[in-house]
């Protein structure tokens, strides 16, 4: 797939400390197959679905053995400059821009909610190989934060997104667009999150049968935290790996309902 339009995620990574088990887990839901591991960037191993890349999962460095967490990468033009437009807007600049050999530069950031996130300057590596409809490719995200505000007023200025909101008393969910598609959702965090969990991006993997790829995962030692569940854009679930990675798993060909009602925020 070519380069994306600044702002659409492109890629996904996650440290875990057992890289085996995380490959052994991935590999057995989502049907991954694993590349050698590059030693000379931090046994960095990319994952593909039927031979197309679709994330990678690497060690933790030094001093960065906590929390696994998957983060997900906006396209950028110039990485430097989307760093500037972080630190301008509040957020927080996690790790200067670095350059990855000839694949790419990269930096993470923090918004002023606390969601941590990648930025991509593709190289050689443009990205994600694998459609989203795919079976085990990336299809979807979501930012899940306390404060909505925060999150709905800087993403829209880092990168060149419009909002919509959806119509729903139940839930705060927003959307951001590029270019006329939509690429990313935004969640407010109720008191059903415990206070422990931190705001984080929550991506979506493709899954040709939701329950199925849901009964893989608790057998091995995953966590359902909700679902599954049919909505008009697919039946999915959401869960923890044996790590305690927070993902979700969504059929696209199944859905279920009418489409809810949004409104242009302007």
């Given at each position: ?65 906590g929390h696994s967490q998957w983060c997900l990468y906006f396209a950028s033009p110039d990485a430097a400059a989307t760093a500037g437009k972080i630190r301008d807007n509040g957020g927080e600049v996690v790790m200067e821009p ?169």
């Amino acid at each position: 797939m070519a380069v994306q339009p600044e702002g659409t995620p492109c890629w996904a990574d996650a440290m875990f400390r057992d890289v085996e088990g995380a490959k052994s887990f991935y590999g057995d839901v989502l049907g991954w197959t694993f590349g050698e591991a590059s030693s000379e960037y931090g046994n960095y191993t990319q994952a593909y679905a039927d031979g197309r890349a679709v994330a990678a999962v690497v060690p933790p460095m030094s001093g960065q053995e906590g929390h696994s967490q998957w983060c997900l990468y906006f396209a950028s033009p110039d990485a430097a400059a989307t760093a500037g437009k972080i630190r301008d807007n509040g957020g927080e600049v996690v790790m200067e821009p670095m350059q990855v050999g000839d694949f790419g530069t990269m930096c993470l950031g923090r918004d002023p909610s606390g969601v941590v996130f990648g930025v991509w300057q593709a190289g050689a590596h443009e990205g994600f190989e694998a459609p989203p409809e795919q079976p085990g490719a990336y299809c979807w995200a979501e930012v899940f934060t306390r404060e909505p505000e925060k999150s709905d007023a800087f993403f829209p200025a880092v990168f060149p997104y419009t909002a919509k909101q959806m119509q729903d008393e139940a839930v705060d969910f927003r959307m951001f667009d590029v270019e006329g598609n939509t690429v990313l959702g935004r969640m407010k965090m109720t008191e059903e999150f415990p206070p422990e969990v931190p705001p984080y991006i929550n991506v979506y993997f493709a899954v040709d049968d939701c329950d199925d790829a849901v009964a893989r995962a608790t057998k091995l030692g995953g966590v359902l935290r909700f679902g599954p569940m049919d909505t008009p854009f697919g039946r999915f679930a959401a869960l923890s790996d044996p790590q305690g990675a927070n993902f979700s798993v969504i059929d696209v060909t199944t859905t279920s309902g009418e489409m809810p009602q949004i409104t242009d925020v302007p």
